[in-house]
């Protein structure tokens, strides 16, 4: 295999997001926009991790309903799944949970696409993301990784971040291969793979059913920002800039009581985490055990939640995910 063949593929890899991104951007030549859905139904998307939280919260205990709201939850298999479906104006927005990094491919393959309303900052205190191996692996550090079989969950996110953080601990070169999230604990159970990168609640459903350890927690703050403790804004809950234009008194009342979803999980985490029943893998009792991430309004951002934000998106820019920089103030949402 010639030694130019990996970032040959990545590249061409990287132009078939874009593609694809652009492809559900446009029908017959027309802009998502034109495409899009009239009437009150809010159609938002949402992958099965224990960072959408507020929104299965909000879903859950009416508090859309509250404000009039009619709220669909659409479930995909993966965050690039959400944007795609956001492209196609097949829905109107996302949960908590949706790979920031998927969301910015989608905002370059059609400027303007959407907004945030809040993100899941997460790091060692916050877990949502780790990286496991088999209950008795030998392997001690992250750095052990090397030349080893290695996953991640599916999406141009996950993949690139597990691969810096593999290069940056010291495991530069190991491959990884892009596995749906809820495959993990069963792969390497199985030893069909050494170690996965993934999200919670993975890593509380192994350690619970005795088959996977965790081998670190809060790996993109530390090796992606440098600081054990620097939020990672890796999830983002959006609402497309069209469906904001079209309806601001809907969004005004979505973004309210999305807000309420936020309050719950901070006051009385203890009842919200019921709420990921259904919604992930964890169900009844076992929901007490996740960790949660942190939740930051818009209008919550500091300067330095802002850089930290930026530096992570900056990291696409410079691995070639990103075609151009960008700039994470425009997308904050502004009441």
Request: with cysteine; net charge positive; aromatic share 8%.
């Amino acid at each position: 295999m010639s030694t130019d063949s990996k970032p040959k593929r990545d590249t061409l890899r990287r132009r078939h997001l874009l593609g694809a991104a652009a492809a559900a951007a446009a029908t017959l030549g027309a802009p998502a926009f034109v495409r899009a859905q009239s009437g009150s139904k809010i159609r938002i998307g949402y992958w099965p991790v224990a960072a959408g939280l507020p929104f299965y919260a909000a879903v859950e205990k009416g508090y859309f309903k509250d404000a009039g709201l009619d709220v669909e939850a659409i479930k995909f298999a993966g965050a690039q799944q959400v944007m795609e479906a956001m492209l196609s104006g097949r829905c109107d927005g996302s949960s908590n949970g949706t790979g920031s990094g998927n969301l910015g491919v989608g905002e370059i393959a059609s400027p303007g696409l959407f907004k945030i309303i809040a993100t899941n900052p997460s790091n060692a205190t916050y877990v949502l993301d780790q990286f496991l191996v088999p209950k008795d692996s030998p392997v001690k550090s992250i750095a052990e990784l090397k030349g080893k079989r290695v996953a991640s969950g599916p999406g141009i996110q996950n993949k690139t971040l597990a691969q810096t953080v593999l290069e940056r601990a010291g495991a530069s070169g190991t491959s990884v291969t892009e596995l749906p999230i809820g495959q993990h604990v069963a792969a390497l159970a199985a030893g069909q793979v050494d170690a996965v990168y993934t999200l919670e609640p993975t890593g509380t459903v192994g350690r619970l059913n005795g088959t996977t350890r965790l081998l670190e927690a809060g790996v993109i703050a530390k090796y992606i920002l440098g600081d054990p403790q620097a939020p990672w804004h890796g999830g983002a809950a959006t609402l497309t800039t069209e469906f904001i234009k079209k309806n601001p008194e809907l969004t005004r009342k979505y973004i309210a009581a999305y807000a309420r979803g936020i309050e719950l999980v901070r006051k009385d985490p203890a009842e919200a985490r019921k709420y990921l029943k259904g919604y992930t893998a964890i169900d009844g009792p076992l929901t007490g055990e996740v960790p949660l991430a942190s939740y930051m309004l818009y209008s919550e951002f500091k300067p330095a939640d802002v850089a930290a934000f930026q530096k992570f998106f900056d990291l696409f820019t410079e691995k070639g995910v990103f075609e151009k920089k960008l700039d994470v103030q425009s997308l904050l949402f502004k009441a």
